[in-house]
Structures are given as structure tokens and as C-alpha cells.
């Protein structure tokens, strides 16, 4: 979503009766503390899209990897 010349990826989105609502793309969809509202006069466009499984994909296989090592790294630390 476009605003003002700056964008705001976002999901949960809400639509009112004049304004929109959604919630930062790190933050849970439920998150209502971190809802961020527009006019629908200050929303210069929008674009709706599904994340790609290819990027999924390569998150998940980098974190798993670097989760799995931090706890392996904090085990020989911890002497056990």
C-alpha cells in the first residue's frame, strides 16, 4: 500500500467505511495495538499478492538451520 509517497506492507486488512486498517507484515494479523489506519483519501494505491513459496521455502530453510546451531552452540556452552 502506497500513502504519501511511502509504502506499508500489510495484512489483516480491515476496510471501513471511509478508511482501511492492517497490521505491519512482522506482527501477527491479530495484533489490534499494532493496527495502522488510513483515509482513503491519503492511499495513493494498493496491491494485493500472495507470498511466493519460494521465499517461504528459503525462509524456513535458513532459519531452521540457524535456530538449530544457536542451540547447539548455547548446549557446548553450558557445558553439558
Known amino acids: ?6 509504502r506499508a506492507v500489510v495484512h489483516g486488512v480491515r476496510l471501513s467505511a471511509d478508511s482501511l486498517s492492517g497490521v505491519p507484515r512482522w506482527q501477527l ?3 489490534d495495538s499494532c493496527r495502522i489506519s488510513w483515509r482513503f ?3 495513493d494505491s494498493m496491491q494485493v499478492g500472495q507470498p511466493s513459496t519460494a521465499r517461504t521455502v528459503a525462509l524456513v530453510g535458513g532459519i531452521y538451520p540457524l535456530a538449530l546451531s544457536l542451540y547447539a552452540a ?7
Open 41 to 43: 483519501a491519503s492511499v
Open 74 to 80: 548455547a548446549y557446548v556452552a553450558s557445558g553439558s
Open 1 to 6: 500500500m502506497w500513502s504519501g509517497g511511502s
Open 29 to 31: 494479523p491479530q495484533c
